[in-house]
């Protein structure tokens, strides 16, 4: 039940506030009139479509790179694993090394941090270790090797793009400050739709349920914004992608 409450922050209580402020000051001075609110319905909905459609499009090709990643990963783990003329001793530090690329880019994915120096550090430190099984490596599973390495970097790098990179933030900041300065907008020409001496508590109601509508779908896209922090329902499950699943 949490996960589906997570949705609500302060940004809502800002709203909410807003919400119960406006109509009131409304009442109180009689501010009443009827405009078109096509265009504001514009200024909000068409940005946050935008931006909820960009965030979900991230999140579709962070699970296509890392399903690629896992897969080139466990491909290498299997050349090494089953070659002959590697002893058991040499492939147990190989596999070591591959755990210790997975877990780097799972850390850094789950972190703020956008400096990938921890995921660099275990490549180099994979590729030392092939270097120097030179003999016993051969250059048939060699070359596969560094085939499927390439696929590694590859995922590896745009993952941490998606990490690094989101929607534009300008965007994000225009489409919020119209959802704030929605009420001033909507509630006399609400007002003005329900009449001034129908009840009032519709005219509350009708604010409060537009605006909470308006900042929940502007949450929903802030968490799919961060697909691998596991703070949203929709958040991707880094775990399925280990190369130790089970």
């Known amino acids: 039940m949490s996960r589906y409450l997570s949705i609500i922050n302060y940004r809502t ?8 402020i406006v109509p009131l ?38 699970l296509e790179h890392l399903s690629l990643y896992r897969a080139a990963l466990k491909t290498i783990e299997n050349l090494i694993q089953f070659s002959p003329k590697i002893s058991d001793e040499d492939k147990l530090q190989g ?4 755990d210790n690329l997975n877990d780097a880019l799972y850390n850094h994915l789950t972190t703020p941090s ?29 070359e ?10 590859d995922s590896a790098d745009n993952l941490i793009a ?13 489409c919020l400050i119209f959802i704030y300065i929605f009420p001033v907008i909507y509630t006399p020409t609400i007002i003005n739709k329900i009449g001034v001496d129908n009840p009032s508590w519709l005219t509350f109601f009708i604010v409060i349920l537009s605006e909470f509508i308006l900042i929940s779908l502007y949450n929903i896209q802030d968490q799919m914004e961060h697909p691998f922090d596991d ?16």
């Open 13 to 20: 209580l800002i709203t909410l506030i807003l919400s119960l």
């Open 25 to 62: 000051v409304a009442y109180k001075f009689r501010v009443v009139y009827n405009i078109d609110l096509t265009l504001m319905s514009i200024a909000i909905i068409f940005p946050l479509v935008f931006t909820i459609r960009g965030a979900f499009r991230r999140r579709e090709k962070a």
């Open 95 to 98: 596999q070591g090394k591959i």
């Open 114 to 142: 956008e400096d990938p120096i921890e995921i660099d550090d275990a490549y180099e430190s994979f590729l030392d270790f092939v270097r120097a099984k030179n003999e016993t490596i051969s250059g048939g599973t060699r």
């Open 144 to 153: 596969k090797i560094f085939r499927f390495l390439k696929d590694v970097i």
């Open 162 to 174: 998606i990490h690094s990179h989101r929607t534009p933030i300008s965007l994000k900041a225009y």
């Open 231 to 246: 703070d949203g329902l929709d958040d991707i499950k880094l775990k399925l992608f280990s190369i130790k699943r089970k």
